[in-house]
């Protein structure tokens, strides 16, 4: 059973789950993070995530979705609130009915699948929680293994991260690394497992058009920054460099964009 408590007041245990929301730090150190909504919830508590604690009011009264999350999700905690501090502590317009504190995973890639035909897609410092977030439910849809961002990025597990993948987030084995030198040993095992492994990165100034390239073979696919594109580093270690063939007076797109773009064509090659 989970431990039930009351907050009245804006007392510490408030403070604490509104610092959660707003403060990646606190994230961090706590090891738990911030999620509403619907989608989101649903496939944390299918997908087996560890939730720490779920928060709602019963000033309203609950869905049946709701009251079925608060049976089955094995929260350690149920945390009931007044409606008003729900309505101050949730993002959304209209108050979620729950809001859930979840356990992050270890950032190891060994979380990441490996078959003979795997995809997996690095990010070099993605800045947008936006984008992150777009290109993860992206990778949904589109069948990727796995995501590995690299670098000062944007917060993987920040609100507005968690809620631009609708629920993906949950479906797809994300990591976090400081860098891409604790990529290479791991890849350096992939390309002893799969001998036919390709690192492909992307660039507007590449020479090779994307549908040129490729895609069927097992792939490692690297897409940079915003601002910079991908660094130095990566480009050093890619087998080859492809681009979105352009037309108008665009001279970019995107990285969200882009990223989909890129995974759509591997996944057409393959025939899935």
Known sequence: MPTAIKIRT???????LET????RVKRNRSGEFFVEGVRAITQAVANQ??????VFS??????DWAEGILQKANAKKHFELPLRLMEKLSDKEDASELIALVGMPADELSRIPLRENMLALVLDRPASPGNLGAIIRSCDALGVDGVIVTGHAADLYDPETIRATTGSFFSVP?????SHKELIPWLDGLKQRFSGLRVVGT???????I???????????LVGNE????SDAYQALADAMVTIPMFGSATSLNIACAASVLLYEATRQRGL
Not at 10 to 16: I, L
Not at 20 to 23: G, P
Not at 49 to 54: D, K, Q, R, V
């Open 49 to 54: 995530w560890e939730i720490n604690a779920l």
């Open 227 to 230: 601002t910079n594109g991908l």
């Open 211 to 221: 549908h040129e390239h490729d895609f069927t073979l097992p792939t490692l696919l």
């Open 10 to 16: 804006e007392n510490s245990d408030f403070q604490t």
């Open 58 to 63: 019963r000033e309203k009264r609950l869905s």
């Open 203 to 209: 660039s507007a100034k590449a020479k090779i058009p």
């Open 20 to 23: 959660l929301r707003r403060n």
């Open 174 to 178: 994300t990591v976090r690394l400081p």
